[in-house]
């Protein structure tokens, strides 16, 4: 019953390193989603997933690249850091919405700091 | 395009207090609505949603909200808090249909005091 996993949980990043954050659900949903939060700011979202095959971008795409690896598993990869880029960032699931089905399932998060 | 809008950033209440925590929202279409509640260092958790049917939605931990089409607001209400609903709390909403964009207000934060 794990519903929607994050790896890793933090990290610390030089300007200019690379890295992929990685998430996997295991509920079978279509859409997948990358926000990031920041303080008093709420959620922005980076990109989605609508279905296997389909990324778009969200309100805050510079900087970031997705992959929809297959149904359970949607990556963010940040290619050349920026201080800017220091966040929390959360994945999230969710099914269809008007079948009743579950709302928005989130990960525990990812608290990514970039020097 | 949809916006959503949180009107108080901080509400601070006594114990055992009412509070509500207000949203408006502005959409072209009909929308999906949700309240979900963030606790210090952890992911958010949905406290309740309104889909269709009746306009007053009840939750977990005793909270409501009231969907209100002609205000196109999403008011979240308890009638008595308790220390442990301190917390930070996110309105959102959808266009519906999976794979929609879900869109967050700023968030509001929920000071319970002794």
Known sequence: NAGVTQTPKFQVLKTGQSMTLQCAQDMNHNSMYWYRQDPGMGLRLIYYSASEGTTDKGEVPNGYNVSRLNKREFSLRLESAAPSQTSVYFCASMGQLDQGNSPLHFGNGTRLTVT | ?114
């Open chain 2, 1 to 114: 395009a949809q916006s959503v809008t949180q009107l108080d950033s901080q509400v601070p209440v006594f114990e055992e207090a009412p509070v509500e925590l207000r949203c408006n929202y502005s959409s072209s279409v009909s929308v999906y609505l949700f309240w979900y509640v963030q606790y210090p260092n952890q992911g958010l958790q949905l406290l309740l949603k309104y889909l269709s049917g009746s306009t007053l939605v009840k939750g977990i931990n005793g909270f409501e909200a009231e969907f209100n089409k002609s205000q196109t607001s999403f008011h979240l209400r308890k009638p008595s808090v308790h220390i442990s609903d301190t917390a930070e709390y996110f309105c959102a909403v959808s266009r519906g249909t999976s794979g929609s964009r879900l869109t967050f207000g700023e968030g509001t934060q929920l000071t319970v005091n002794p």
